[in-house]
């Protein structure tokens, strides 16, 4: 299972930024008011900043203390809700995707190697999958969703996890980036960028595919394919079609 260290970056810069930035700053305008405002406000603040970084004493540590605790839980509670936000915005464009089905840039796909009308593991489905791929890179930036039926229900992984040496998402993921690098080219991995999402109780495996400008060949048992998206289909091309489709 893969850390998150981010909440505790995210809380430890808070502390840092309350007690390097926030604490000097009211000690200044503290001394500011009791001053009478007789110096120029810059002035205050300087000299309370070096105040603060050379001459900490014991009078001074409960303030600090506070000035973590305080910033610690702020850092925190702001890392809770970017993650909220973003998990809320990730969520209503993949609910916006499922209502509007498929096009040329949104697929679905059931599974990745589970048969549902074979009740088997059938790797040819896999090719079908390859070929979406394939089609994004070589016509626009497309979104391929696995565990989705044609009709935007999510059918869940459940049966290709099953299929699988490593029965969790990690293990998808890396079988499916394996069929990528070993069909497409381990030079188009970076073009592909693999995330999960649960809907109606079941995961989904949300592929983000980025178009490249240069012509991407699927190579699968000894063949060599060329595909790209006509609306919401993806046609094979011959030779001919190929050349032309590169060259405009």
């Not at 109606?200 to 190579?219: E, M, R, T, Y």
């Amino acid at each position: 299972m893969k850390k998150n260290y981010k909440p505790i970056l995210w809380t430890i810069t808070g502390a840092l930024i309350s007690l390097f930035i926030l604490l000097p700053l009211v000690i200044a305008l503290l001394q500011y008011d009791e001053e009478n405002h007789s110096k120029p406000i810059n002035e205050v603040i300087i000299s309370a900043y070096k105040y603060f970084l050379w001459k900490i004493d014991y009078d001074s540590v409960l303030a600090v203390l506070i000035f973590l605790i305080v910033g610690g839980v702020i850092g925190h509670l702001l890392y809770y809700l970017k993650t909220t936000l973003s998990h809320q915005k990730k969520n209503v464009s993949i609910t916006d995707l499922l209502a509007n089905g498929e096009s040329e840039t949104v697929e679905f796909k059931s599974s990745l190697r589970w048969d549902f009308m074979q009740q088997k593991t059938n790797k040819e489905l896999e090719f079908t999958v390859l070929k979406t791929i394939t089609a994004f890179m070589n016509t626009s930036d497309g979104i391929l969703l696995i565990g989705v039926a044609d009709d935007g229900s999510a059918v869940g992984l459940e049966n290709d996890l099953r299929s699988l040496k490593k029965k969790d998402i990690d293990g998808f993921e890396q079988h499916l980036m394996e069929l990528v690098a070993l069909n497409i080219g381990t030079d188009y991995c970076r073009n592909i960028h693999v995330s999960f999402s649960e809907r109606q109780g079941n995961d989904i495996c949300v592929v983000a595919v980025s178009h490249i400008k240069i012509p991407v060949f699927l190579k699968y048992q000894q063949h060599t394919f060329f595909y790209v998206r006509t609306g919401n289909h993806t046609r094979e091309l011959d030779i001919q079609e190929a050349i032309n489709y590169i060259k405009t």
